[in-house]
């Protein structure tokens, strides 16, 4: 039997059953829907995510463990090291504006600020970055931060007094970096490191140290050196990561990755079981079809359809079925991901991408369901004598 | 236009034997040792009451059905040893069916039920309308109703198609299983003129399968069917 006449065949077939066939198309529909649009949801929140961890992940490497200034000034002196920047996170600090409490990351630096965030001011200064005897009561806020207090109390926190605990600060610019966006909460503080220290908290290692280095692909050579030496120091073995650690942003890249193909493989799973419920209902109207058109497929055979035929036409209406599915389906997807877009464009987190790849492995799926679940009807109907089917009731 | 006989066999079945195996195995026999030949160009009728073994003897010689044991060799090809895909070709080529419930398919039109033979020929190179026009022509079928469903045709119209449906694939072999059985008496006189008249012009053998005993005086030869045993009278035309 020739291709076109099979096609037509189902086409017909389809027609004269139009609502049963529209309802399995339904279910078809809502399966291909689920599996594109979490698909897309996935794609869209690696996408999220990556984006973030590659600005989150500042410098080429990334030392943390209890590291002193003499360690940071060991590892900034690196001649591999081409900018470092140390960090004290301030942990619990309460912070007041206008009256208000907010509740940024709040953090005291050391180092190339700059060199390693490439921030850009957007009002008033910053301090020094590289003194670590800076010793004045001011802060340094993040766009998020202003715009937090602004919301909030209807004022500009720049050149106001803000309080960090229980000391008061003098906030002297508001800045704008890629890092900053990733915070959560209210924004950021940065803080110089001779007002946190004994101040805001008890310890004086920085939590960690972001570096740059001259030559990025020697990031694991620099990587394991910097942790060998800082492990010697403290007589650990050399390979110990118990007490500091060197993570590389390839490293936070991939853990980044890793964590969204999961999230991307469960929803594609939650997906893809309402398309198995949409191909069970596809196999149960081939199942109905066969039975009802027994003494059609016994007269196909007595005019000279072969087994393959039968098997042939029952397959194609099946396939084409769930193709009529998984195409409307992904058009659903386009429609609902684009005013999802549109609604959610102000979301961070929420953003629908549906790549070439998403649809054609949707369309993929939607003919494999058609044949999976269309083998045994069409199996069924092919083995059927043509002399009891055309006895058939 | 005279009608000539051929002497080549179309049908040669030699010792024919067909059983059913009831659940348990239980031998039902309905065909004993038949042995008949049809030449081309015959027009003969199998006549029997109900359960005689008729419609069995028609499947098995239409390639619907095997027989349980002896020969039969259609124009000289051996039938039993086909494999399904055989048989299906052999019914696609040189044998077709004219059934009592006419057995069309109510989704397609008068003119797509009488190509579904034509779809499932493998060798099949012919002009599509060519071959369907042909055969309702020669079914007596009137244009008008080329296009209609067959649920807006009468009872001898739609037997007439289902004729047409017969010869489009120009079988060497037309079975027709009480073609008239569903159909008033003149509707019924009309059909079978229609066949008489394929048979006589262009020298279709014709096998016709009836309890009607009328239909003796219009064939060559009648093959009586009792309980699976056959013996043959002549016809009186």
Known sequence: MKIRFLISESFQALRSNFMRSFLTIIGIVVGIFSVTAMLALGEGLSENVLNRFSSFATGDLTVSGQINYTDYQWINEQPYVAKSLASLSVNGAKVIAFGTDFSPSTQAVIGDYQGVQNYTIVEGDVFDWQDINFDEPVVVVSNGFADKVKEDTGQSVLNQEITIGSQKYKVIGVLEAGAMTFTRGDGLILLPYKQVVGLLTSSKNFSSVAVVLQDSTYFEIAGQHILESLNASRQLALDSEDVFSVETAQSFIEAAQQTTQMISLFLGIVGGIALFVGGIGTMNMMLTTVTERTKEIGLRKAVGARDRDIMLQILVESITLTSLGGALGILLTLGVGKIANQIFADSEIIKIVISMQVIVVAAMVAVLVGVVFGLYPARNASKLQPVDALRAE | ?237
């Open chain 2, 1 to 237: 236009m005279t009608k000539k006989i051929e002497t080549s066999k179309v049908i040669d079945l030699r010792d024919i034997s067909k059983s059913f195996y009831l659940q348990g195995g239980l031998e039902v026999p309905v065909l004993h040792h038949i042995n008949l030949v049809v030449n081309e160009g015959e027009m003969i009728a199998i006549l029997g009451p109900s359960g005689s073994g008729k419609s069995t003897l028609m499947n098995i010689i239409g390639g619907l059905d095997v027989a349980t044991s002896g020969e039969y060799l259609f124009a000289g090809k051996l039938v039993n040893n086909m494999t399904s895909n055989e048989l299906a070709e052999l019914r696609s080529t040189d044998i077709s069916f004219i059934f009592q419930s006419f057995h069309l398919l109510a989704s397609k039109t008068v003119y797509q039920n009488v190509m579904l033979p034509l779809i499932y020929q493998q060798s099949f190179t012919g002009d599509f309308d060519e071959y369907i026009v042909h055969a309702l022509n020669r079914a007596a079928l009137e244009e008008e109703h080329w296009h209609k469903k067959p649920n807006q045709l009468s009872g001898g119209q739609r037997q007439r198609v289902a004729i047409a449906r017969a010869l489009v694939a120009r079988p060497k072999l037309l079975l027709a299983d009480e073609p008239t059985g569903n159909l008033d008496s003149k509707t019924g006189n009309n059909i079978i003129d229609a066949l008489i008249h394929l048979n006589e012009a262009y020298g279709t053998t014709i096998v016709i399968v009836t309890h009607d005993e009328s239909l003796t005086e219009v064939v060559h030869r009648v093959i009586n069917i009792k309980d699976g045993l056959i013996h043959e009278t002549a016809g009186k035309k």
